[in-house]
């Protein structure tokens, strides 16, 4: 099996730039499940239940977020009925206040039957909110889809620190079928096979306007550098692009064969 990989989806010219792009790159290349990081489509911050249904009406197999998962707090109730917008599996329950949604979605392919594909969001906690142990909560969800016989688990580690997201991958290695990094909205080209079977990358990059820092204008960013007063960011506008993977797997094994980087400026 093929699953398509896009990079955080910043805003319209990232939500644009995964329009055309995945039609073009599921065609191509055969793909049969297509996720997508959609935790900054709304104006870079958060999501809003229309887009996550747009998405998924065009052919979004799973969509993942992160850190802005509830920055718009519409998607609240959506998510808590939508098992395909899944949010990191770390974040704590506390007494008398579970955590919406889940973690962890288990998606048959809608261009292949007899294909299962496990998606599994955890999120890093170096640089980044102290929440429980993304090792262990991984831990806890193989061992659960384990037991029900789901064996092409591919993880979405949203996290700050290369260190922190290398060494999750290391430690996942042979058990799922791939790990890639989100969350720092720059590619690394890293991408690999590891001894065990696990394709990985540190991070996929994001989808939006390339003429930017991290999709924000770049004159508001440096004034924030600069001065180190507080800014209002405003996403850039201008010709989207998009950072993706496609991770080749043996459905079978559970095991990668091939993992393929692409980063693509797109003019409509």
């Not at 659960?144 to 620190?161: K, N």
């Not at 060494?167 to 790990?179: P, Q």
């Not at 507080?230 to 797997?249: L, T």
């Given at each position: 099996m093929k699953v398509l990989?896009?990079?955080?989806?910043?805003s319209r010219p990232g939500r644009e730039a995964v329009k055309l792009a995945m039609p073009r790159l599921v065609a191509e290349h055969g793909v049969d499940f297509v996720i997508v990081n959609g935790e900054n489509m709304c104006h870079g911050k958060g999501i809003l239940p229309e887009?996550?249904?747009?998405f998924l009406d065009l052919g979004?197999?799973?969509?993942?977020?992160?850190?802005?998962a509830w920055d718009q707090?519409?998607?609240?109730?959506y998510m808590a009925t939508q098992p395909r917008l899944i949010r990191p599996a770390n974040?704590?329950?506390?007494?008398g206040h579970k955590v919406p949604g889940r973690g962890v979605s288990v998606v048959e392919s809608r261009r292949r039957t007899g294909l299962r594909l496990a998606v599994i969001q955890v999120m890093g906690r170096v640089f980044m909110d102290a929440l429980d142990c993304p090792f262990r909560a991984a831990d806890r969800e193989i061992e659960r889809l384990d037991a029900l016989g789901v064996d092409c688990i591919f993880v979405d580690f949203h996290g700050e620190a290369t260190s922190e997201k290398q060494a999750f991958a290391h430690y996942m290695d042979g058990r799922v079928s791939a790990?890639?990094?989100s969350h720092s909205h720059v590619q690394t080209a890293d991408e690999?096979?590891?001894?065990?079977?696990?394709a990985a990358i540190t991070d996929v990059g994001m989808c939006g306007c390339f003429d930017s820092v991290i999709g924000v204008k770049k004159e508001i960013s440096i004034q924030k550098f600069?001065?180190?007063?507080a800014v209002r960011y405003e996403p850039a506008e201008g010709p989207g692009g998009y950072g993706a993977v496609i991770v080749e797997i043996d459905e079978h094994t559970g095991k990668a064969r091939n993992i393929l980087r692409f980063r693509e400026s797109i003019v409509s």
């Amino acid at each position: 099996m093929k699953v398509l990989y896009f990079g955080d989806v910043f805003s319209r010219p990232g939500r644009e730039a995964v329009k055309l792009a995945m039609p073009r790159l599921v065609a191509e290349h055969g793909v049969d499940f297509v996720i997508v990081n959609g935790e900054n489509m709304c104006h870079g911050k958060g999501i809003l239940p229309e887009m996550a249904q747009e998405f998924l009406d065009l052919g979004v197999d799973v969509i993942t977020t992160g850190n802005h998962a509830w920055d718009q707090k519409q998607i609240v109730p959506y998510m808590a009925t939508q098992p395909r917008l899944i949010r990191p599996a770390n974040y704590p329950d506390a007494p008398g206040h579970k955590v919406p949604g889940r973690g962890v979605s288990v998606v048959e392919s809608r261009r292949r039957t007899g294909l299962r594909l496990a998606v599994i969001q955890v999120m890093g906690r170096v640089f980044m909110d102290a929440l429980d142990c993304p090792f262990r909560a991984a831990d806890r969800e193989i061992e659960r889809l384990d037991a029900l016989g789901v064996d092409c688990i591919f993880v979405d580690f949203h996290g700050e620190a290369t260190s922190e997201k290398q060494a999750f991958a290391h430690y996942m290695d042979g058990r799922v079928s791939a790990v890639v990094g989100s969350h720092s909205h720059v590619q690394t080209a890293d991408e690999r096979l590891l001894p065990g079977g696990t394709a990985a990358i540190t991070d996929v990059g994001m989808c939006g306007c390339f003429d930017s820092v991290i999709g924000v204008k770049k004159e508001i960013s440096i004034q924030k550098f600069l001065t180190k007063r507080a800014v209002r960011y405003e996403p850039a506008e201008g010709p989207g692009g998009y950072g993706a993977v496609i991770v080749e797997i043996d459905e079978h094994t559970g095991k990668a064969r091939n993992i393929l980087r692409f980063r693509e400026s797109i003019v409509s």
